[in-house]
Every structure is written in C-alpha cells, then in structure tokens.
C-alpha cells in the first residue's frame, strides 16, 4: 500500500507498543501436536505450570466438565400447565451452561496434551453412559414386559 511503512506504524506501531516489551517476558511452550507430561497449560496461563498435583486438578476438572456436557444433552423435562416462556428460558440456561462446558473441554483438548485429551475422552464416555443408562431404566420401567 502506496505511503506505509514496513513496520505498520499506521496500524498502531511496533510490537512493543502493544503489551510490553515481548523480548523481556518468560516463554512458554504451547504445544502444536500431542504430548505426554504435567508440563501443560489449560484453559488458565501458569495452570497447572508442572505442578503434579495441579495437573491431576485438571485432569479431573477437565473429565467433570466433559460428563457434565453429557449429562446435560437431555432437556430438562418440564412441568405440564407451565408457561411456554419459563420453560424455554429453562431449557434455554441448561443448554448455555452445556455448550459453556462442551467449549472448555474443547478449550482444554487445544492444550495438545494426552493426559488431558484422555479425560475429556474418559467424561464424555462416562456421561453418555449415565444418559443412555437412565434412559434405558426409564423405558423399563413404562414397559415392564422388557
């Protein structure tokens, strides 16, 4: 573009105008591709930073927020004679706070590391399990020639 610098000084100047001074800071290794270790960071900078037992923390925190998502993929039933406004609006938060827990574990799987990528793997599993077991206990109880 004819009248800019190669620096983009029009575009708000150099890097160090836009947080600090980036050659002054610690750098972290963000993964690109999988790996194994405690050396992960997770949905928050320095967490769980090679602490094993906050590893573990997430670990755990990763795999509930995955059965949670599961647990939640089943609308709530709602009560017969209630208004059509309060049901949805029911309906409607259960389904925010589910795709808010899908996008953290999402979130969290973007941290490239195994252990992480197994629990999510391992709540997803679990929770879909809890829904289609309570399904199938519904359903026979309503036939009980099953």
Do not use: C
Not at 17 to 36: A, I, P, V
Not at 60 to 87: D, N, Q, R, Y
């Amino acid at each position: 573009m004819p009248g800019t610098s190669g620096n983009m000084a029009g575009m708000g100047g150099d890097m160090s105008d836009m947080g600090g001074d980036l050659r002054n800071t610690t750098r972290k290794t963000m993964h690109s591709s999988f790996y194994w270790g405690k050396e992960a960071i997770v949905l928050f900078t320095n967490w769980p930073d090679k602490n094993a037992g906050m590893y573990v923390l997430a670990f755990f925190f990763v795999f509930l927020m995955a059965v949670a998502a599961e647990v939640l993929s089943v609308p709530p039933t709602v009560k017969a004679g209630t208004s059509p406004a309060k049901a949805g609006a029911i309906q409607a938060s259960v389904y925010a706070f589910r795709i808010g827990f899908a996008y953290l574990v999402m979130l969290s799987v973007m941290s490239f590391n195994v252990g992480i990528f197994i629990a999510a793997v391992a709540g997803h599993t679990l929770g879909f399990f809890l829904v289609k077991a309570r399904t199938q206990a519904q359903a026979n109880q309503a036939d009980p020639k099953v």
